[in-house]
């Protein structure tokens, strides 16, 4: 009982009350290996000392002054024996791994590397201090460790530990201690084929490391250079092996398959099964990457037998996970779900750690398609906080733009994108997508560039996440999604063409359907989703497909409409009101006649809108004629008002010719030539550009998908028009 001399006086204390005759119940709460079976027999052993019965049943038939012993109670265990032992006045020992609401609890704590040490006192100091740090000090993994160490190995027990020890954490968490003796081992430098197998095995323990990904191409790089340098197939396997892990690059689909094929050959050479097995998985994984599902299954089919032949529970949990996979990607979703149950159920047994991450995937994606992705937002984020750098938050976003939160979804995209586009490992084309995805629902244009410019060198490929844990449908489906609002109709339906035969060919219903909807075929899409038994608001194809250039005409309409004293936009998935100012009848009148030129001045006067013919002038050669006629009557009229000495008349009739002067000025341009209405005209030209720039100008805080489409298909001048760029409606309700 070395470092459990606390324990050992709390247990004491409930015996000698239990010996009063004072019953009690005390729960000791550690994880599996932290000694809690040992205490309790060194517990049943102090109890007979005391004299006092010892017994393992909450249903002791005789209460009284006793021992009661109950390993691994569950917190949903009833307690009323329990209660009933300790009010007849037994000692009640009970063990867990969850502290219970109630009652005196006492919790195991790891061993310092002094007590461990105490404990194996025939290892050297340097041999404890590996062992201390692999397992954190809890007695059981230590003992277990270091039985698998010969007394004899000495100073190449630590390289021993670091190359055999399995890692603590889950998939892409930092095991720490590990890394820390792996560097150590490193440090040592021992012959080139165990320090290959080191620098390999250390670079992939920073897979979880976003800022580590230069120094695992350097590790991984040495280790296969000394690896080929021994010409030993085991050895060159296992680095081989460890390279793919490390640098997990989705540009080497190509070469990750052919890697595969040597590990499995190396392997095979060297008599090592379960090199074997790892190559196999890589196939798999390299074959989903390339859209190759048959063969892919095929690969993974040899891999379960492989395990299965090996006695191995992990290969056979592992190849469950992606026969569930297979079953979400066509579409068998309650198959796919009861595969799910039976991955919670084996991995537990087979003490997998990545069990609740390899189910939680699963039923992510269930609850996606089956149109509750805001139940996945907050896990996502949950685990965005504890694996920072792995973009969890992306495809968080992604479940928000599912559930109907663009906007919010929107937002995420400017905060990611840097950090995603300058990221790589097991997640990030899949980030790319999840990203890509949102932004295709209203991301500024320099975003939806970048992305595309991102996603393009993996078109034809399949969206794999890590080792194929999760697939997520055509590189084309978001190529195509991205084109779309970037408003290149013809390269969008090209993309989606492409991923339209790809999931036919696959069988791949949901993404048919979600690529369908995209492309504007909604009706197929409807088909196929209602046969699946899927919500449409699970499917965020029928979402997307407001934003493609569809086939089909008056798939889409935007609304434009008087409400009251106020107007209402309606542009897809953007909706406001505004207050009721010239420029939006002016922007009524327009899209009311696509393609129509109208005249400034029909625009303002809100005329018929049709191209009016050149303008007239204001007066003609008649009407000039008249007045210049009355100009000169007028004048010898004051002439003889003067010389009759009739000042009230002179004055009458030279005010009327002041009037009869201006009149005719106002109707004439430069030079005395006559003005023309295009000064009018001009007017119109200027008030109602003036007016319609600020009504995009407020559009743009408010709409600002449909704000951009009208700055690109409203034209101004002397005659309006309305030309309808891509982007935007196939008609307007007004």
Not at 258 to 287: C, H, M, P
Not at 391 to 410: C, D, I, M, P
Not at 587 to 603: K, N, Q, S, V, Y
Request: hydrophobic letters at 50%.
């Amino acid at each position: 009982m070395i470092g459990r001399r606390r324990e050992l006086a709390v247990v004491r204390r409930l015996l000698e009350r239990a010996v009063t005759g004072e019953g009690g119940r005390l729960t000791v709460v550690g994880p599996p290996g932290s000694g809690k079976t040992v205490l309790t027999a060194a517990a049943a052993e102090l109890a007979r000392q005391c004299g006092l019965p010892v017994t393992r049943s909450p249903a002791a038939s005789a209460p009284g002054a006793c021992l009661v012993i109950l390993d691994d109670l569950g917190p949903a265990t009833d307690t009323v024996d329990l209660d009933r032992l300790v009010l007849g006045g037994a000692a009640v020992l009970v063990t867990t791994t969850v502290a219970t609401s109630s009652g005196h609890h006492l919790h195991l704590t790891p061993l310092t590397e002094a007590e461990l040490a105490a404990l194996l006192p025939e290892r050297p100091a340097e041999t404890v201090h590996a062992l201390w740090l692999l397992t954190a000090g809890w007695p059981g993994p230590a003992l277990d460790l270091a039985a698998a160490v010969p007394l004899a190995s000495g100073p190449d027990a630590v390289v021993e530990l670091a190359l055999t020890a399995p890692s603590r954490q889950e998939f892409l968490v930092l095991d720490t201690a590990l890394i820390r003796l792996l560097e150590d081992a490193a440090s040592r430098a021992p012959a080139p084929a165990i320090r290959a197998r080191v620098l390999v095995r250390l670079a992939g323990e920073l897979l979880g490391d976003p800022s580590a990904a230069a120094r695992r191409r350097e590790l991984a790089g040495e280790a296969v250079r000394l690896a080929r340098a021994t010409e030993d197939p085991r050895t060159l396997a296992e680095v081989l092996d460890g390279q793919l892990h490390a640098l997990w690059d989705p540009v080497a689909a190509g070469e990750r398959l052919s890697t595969a094929s040597q590990i499995v050959d190396l392997a095979r050479r060297a008599g090592d099964a379960a090199l074997e097995r790892r190559g196999l998985f890589w196939r798999f994984t390299a074959l989903a990457e390339r859209g190759d599902l048959d063969a892919a299954e095929a690969a993974l089919v040899a891999y379960a037998r492989a395990g299965e032949r090996d006695g191995d529970p992990e290969a056979a949990v592992v190849a469950l996970s992606r026969q569930a996979v297979l079953a979400l990607v066509r579409g068998r979703l309650d198959l796919a779900e009861a595969l799910a149950a039976e991955v919670s159920e084996a991995g537990r047994r087979a003490g997998l750690a990545d069990t609740d991450r390899l189910t939680a995937s699963l039923r992510g994606r269930l609850a996606l398609l089956r149109g509750h992705g805001a139940e996945e937002v907050e896990p996502l984020r949950a685990l965005a906080r504890r694996l920072p750098g792995h973009f969890f938050e992306a495809t968080a976003a992604r479940a928000l733009a599912e559930s109907g939160q663009v906007a919010e979804a929107l937002l995420d995209v400017d905060r990611l994108l840097p950090s995603v586009l300058a990221g790589a490992g097991p997640r990030w084309i899949g980030a790319v997508a999840d990203l890509a995805l949102v932004a295709s629902l209203g991301a500024a244009p320099a975003a939806l560039q970048v992305l595309y410019d991102a996603l393009l060198p993996y078109s034809g490929r399949l969206v794999v996440w890590g080792g194929a844990n999760t697939i997520t449908g055509p590189v084309d489906d978001y190529l195509g999604r991205v084109a779309a609002r970037l408003g290149r109709a013809t390269q969008a339906n090209a993309h989606f063409d492409d991923a339209i035969a790809q999931e036919e060919r696959l069988g791949a219903l949901p993404w048919l359907a979600a690529t369908l909807a995209a492309r504007g075929d909604r009706a197929r899409a409807a088909a196929i989703t209602k046969a699946l038994g899927l919500p449409a608001s699970g499917m965020v194809g029928a979402v997307a497909s407001r934003n493609a250039t569809g086939p089909e005409p008056g798939l889409e309409i935007w609304r434009l409409a008087r409400d009251g004293d106020d107007w209402v936009i309606d542009a897809g998935r953007e909706q406001a009101r505004l207050r009721d100012v010239r420029g939006l009848g002016y922007l009524r009148t327009l899209l009311a006649a696509p393609g129509h030129e109208i005249a400034a001045l029909d625009l303002v006067a809100g005329g018929a809108g049709l191209v009016v013919p050149a303008p007239e002038p204001v007066l003609d050669a008649a009407a000039r004629a008249a007045y210049r006629r009355r100009i000169g009557d007028l004048a010898e009229q004051m002439d003889s008002a003067d010389r009759a000495g009739d000042v009230d008349r002179a004055a009458t009739l030279a005010a009327e010719r002041q009037a009869v002067v201006a009149e005719l000025r106002r109707t004439a341009g430069l030079g005395g030539r006559p003005r023309r209405r295009s000064a009018e005209a001009e007017r119109a030209r200027v008030n109602a550009t003036r007016a319609l720039r600020a009504v995009l100008i407020r559009l743009q805080s408010l709409t600002p998908i449909a704000a951009a489409h009208l700055r690109a298909s409203v034209r101004t001048g002397s005659y309006f028009r309305y030309e309808p760029s891509t982007g935007g409606p196939s008609r307007w309700e007004l």
